[in-house]
């Protein structure tokens, strides 16, 4: 059973970068029809999607973060990471980890999530 | 401002059945397929429906989505206490390129 956990320093200062892992259990990273992905949720609030990324490269970030937003696969590790530049306290939120799949419909699907991680953007 | 519609919450008593709409444009859920979610309180997001009303495996038939046009509604029969939780629309907006979400409605089973 596929299992994903988030893990990553839970403050993070202004103007600095953001990073979270996500581990992968339970399944394959190198998956020829997953993608990876993360979503946040700030306090309170709806969901908002980052971006997901194919353990090849191909990636697709939401455009409201692409000039801040950095997601990778690491394979040997089966592992795929989130960097996120120039925080601010807007970006506190919980990050979900998610996987993610194209339906027949072209219809991003995110049908596995991770526990969440709460960062806080505070000095 | 979320850039799908739905209402805050919605209420109906245990066995009732309940609808949850959410409604978009052409650009979003008038020329894609809608997923839901179900997020129980102080828990991660669950997919319950995707493609309009395709439901995953070990998803009760309790639960059912449709479209129609630039809505999408999320329907649930035989309400039970365990169902209380925010649910969110979802699609693929084509002007933003970017997956969007509803802001959620929170459901109450009174």
């Known amino acids: 059973q596929l299992q994903l956990q988030e893990s990553g320093p839970g403050l993070v200062k202004p103007a600095e970068t953001l990073s979270l892992t996500c581990t992968v259990s339970g399944d394959s990273i190198n998956s020829n029809y997953y993608y990876w992905g993360w979503i946040r949720q700030p306090p309170g609030k709806g969901l908002e999607w980052i971006g997901s990324?194919?353990?090849?490269?191909?990636?697709y970030y939401n455009p409201s973060f692409k000039s801040r937003v950095t997601m990778s696969v690491d394979t040997s590790k089966i592992q795929f990471s989130l960097k996120l530049s120039s925080v601010t306290a807007a970006d506190t939120a919980i990050y979900y980890c998610?996987?993610?799949?194209?339906?027949?419909?072209?219809?991003?699907?995110?049908?596995?999530w991770g526990q969440g991680t709460t960062v806080t953007v505070s000095s | 401002q979320s850039v799908l519609t739905q209402p805050p919450s919605v209420s109906a008593a245990p066995g009732q059945k309940v609808t949850i709409s959410c409604s978009g444009s052409s650009s979003n859920i008038g020329n894609n397929y809608v997923s839901w979610y179900q997020q129980l309180p102080g828990t991660a997001p669950k997919l319950l429906i995707y493609?309009?009303?395709k439901r995953p495996s070990g998803i009760p038939d309790r639960f059912s989505g449709s479209k129609s046009g630039t809505s999408a509604t999320l329907g649930i029969t035989g309400l039970q206490t365990g169902d209380e939780a925010d649910y969110y629309c979802g699609t693929w907006d084509r002007s933003l390129s970017a997956v969007v979400f509803g802001g959620g409605t929170k459901l109450t089973v009174l």
């Open positions: 998610v996987r993610c799949f194209w339906s027949t419909y072209e219809a991003l699907i995110m049908d596995v």
């Open positions: 990324i194919f353990y090849s490269g191909t990636s």
């Open positions: 493609d309009n009303n």
